[in-house]
């Protein structure tokens, strides 16, 4: 918004409204009347163009980091971060402005934010904190939008990253918000690679030996499944107790197909187990 504008909203008050309409002899109540409406015109200009202004500038950065090059999981975090940032500080300049519209002194507000600055600094420790985590989570990397993560007790993909709060979608579709403050460890599911890892629970009446044998042969037929880059491999006992042993399988493979290997490896063998009749 230009100095003309804002030069040509200040002259719109209640009597030029009334010398608009051609009225003569205004009372003092009907000139109060036209002075709040163009008060309120203003308003809802001031709204107009920050809505466009935002609008501009949310699209310009949404196209900046689709650019050719640009277009990854750490852009997408990035221009969500800006977008947020342009939203709320053109809202807040926005605000500023039809507060002095209606006479209120925005230096007087800030004075009495500043003497009570320490009042409601106790208040809001908890946002300083997430805010602090934020910029921390972004400058080191620790996840952007559409990775796999592990927070707490929760797994499921990344759909934001914002100052102060992380969004996460599980698998069943639930939406978690989480203040960044409250996150202390994060396990990143979607870095460089996966291990898919299947422990498989025999009784002990079973042959050690064919079994592994067994497995091994069925693993050696999966190495053509989408993603792997290493195929599976028995790895051995990994537990055995008087009733019961368990065999470890591992793979390794691309980032976001470790659940996926996971379910048809099982099914390979629960197949290959329906034909050798081991239960």
Known sequence: MNSDSLRLLAVIDGRAL??????????PMLIGVFDVTARVLQSLFIVAIALIISFILR??????????GRCSAKSETLSSVLINFVKYGIGFLAVSQILTYFGVRIESILAVAGVGGVAIGFGAQTIVRDVLSGVFILLENQYNVGE???????AGVIESVGIRTTK????????????NSSISIVTNL?????????NLEFSSSHPVDDILDM???????AISLPGLTSPP????LIDLSPSSFTI???AECETNYCWPIERELRRLIKIRFEKENVS
């Open 215 to 221: 497995l091994t042969d069925e693993m050696s037929r």
């Open 190 to 198: 979607s870095r460089d690679y996966q291990r898919p890892t299947i």
């Open 233 to 236: 491999k028995v790895q051995g």
């Open 59 to 68: 699209r310009a950065i949404y196209k900046f980091f689709r650019l050719q």
């Open 18 to 27: 009334i010398e608009l309409f051609g009225i003569e002899d205004a009372s």
């Open 248 to 250: 470890q399988i591992q």
């Open 148 to 154: 796999v993560v592990q927070i707490g007790g929760l």
């Open 168 to 179: 996460i979608r599980e698998a069943n579709g639930r939406l978690h918000i989480l203040p």
